[in-house]
């Protein structure tokens, strides 16, 4: 690259040293941000579709839902991602989902929550209704007012893998939190409120009853800065991590006593969002849920299983190698 810029002056050089510089920054592959985490054995590849460094000016709609009222989704249970993914849900009275409130910005994806009564989405009233019935959330036996928060929803689904994110709790009296959904059960990897020093994970499935539930302390403030945090769903359970920590683990037998966890697993989807917790409180100012990034891990398929496409093949087979064996495709 130098010897192409001929003699140089002194002038020049410290511009040629720039141009080298930037050179090769360009060229390095960047990875190496997003290694596999080093408690994953084996080797893992990275779900394209469920991952999101967030270094767009928008939510890529093409990787993610808006859940509530303004998304494609929005009343819409008939339709299977809309229902499977649980988009359509307003979000916890009486704060509403609003896709004003996401925002992407500097690389990261940050969900505002605000205190503004007069929003036009006030009040909200049942779907269909007629004459208009107010919607009444039953957790909390109140309507949707006052308070508007946001929600992002994976369209893609996973099942089995390691899903994190790094994010910052907003420093508000309101949930932030990271998990994932499907048709058969819900599993919450934390729902922070405000500077609580605590990681609460938990399983549902019978929604009429108490979740399986486990907690941890932590040392830090998580709305003073950027933590990860990650669960390992397997076949026997969720092991939840943070800063890269296993802190605690929820076990499928025993989630299944309490009838929280379904007999067959399904595909899940990635939900971050904020809620207003009425038995908490009530926020007293604005606030925002930021994100760095979601990361969704899943193991490399083994010589001879089957892989679903040749996109597919390149990745799941992580060697990038694969084999058409009559109907099938097979990882080599």
Known sequence: MVALLGPLSGFQLPLAFTVVVLFFALHLPVSSAA????????????????????????????????????????????????????APWEGRAPSLFVESNIVVKRGKLKLKSRIEPRNSHFPVYEHGSNPPKLLIDSDCNCKYEKYTTAAVVSKASFRYGYF?????????????????????????????????????????????????????????NPTAAFHTYGALWSKSGV??????????????KQAQKKKQWPKKDCNMHVWLDNEVFSWEGYPKKNGSFEIDYVRVWSPCKKRGEVCKSKPRCQIECCSGRYKKKKKALLCR
Request: aromatic content about 12%.
């Open 164 to 220: 994190e994110t790094r994010a910052k709790i907003a420093n508000v009296t309101l949930s932030s939190a990271f998990w994932a959904i499907g048709e058969c059960f819900e599993i919450d990897v934390f729902e922070t409120v405000g500077d609580e020093r605590v990681v609460s994970s938990s399983t549902h499935h019978d929604y009429g009853k108490e979740g399986y539930t486990k907690s941890s302390k932590v040392s830090f």
């Open 239 to 252: 092991q939840v991590y943070v800063d890269g920590n296993r802190v605690h683990s929820l076990s499928k």
């Open 35 to 86: 290694d596999q985490p080093s408690f994953l054995k084996g080797k893992w590849y990275l779900e394209p579709w469920l991952s999101d460094e967030f270094k767009g000016a928008s939510l890529n709609k093409k990787k993610w839902l808006v859940g509530g009222l303004d998304g494609i989704c929005a009343n819409n249970w008939d339709k299977k991602l809309c229902s499977a993914s649980a």
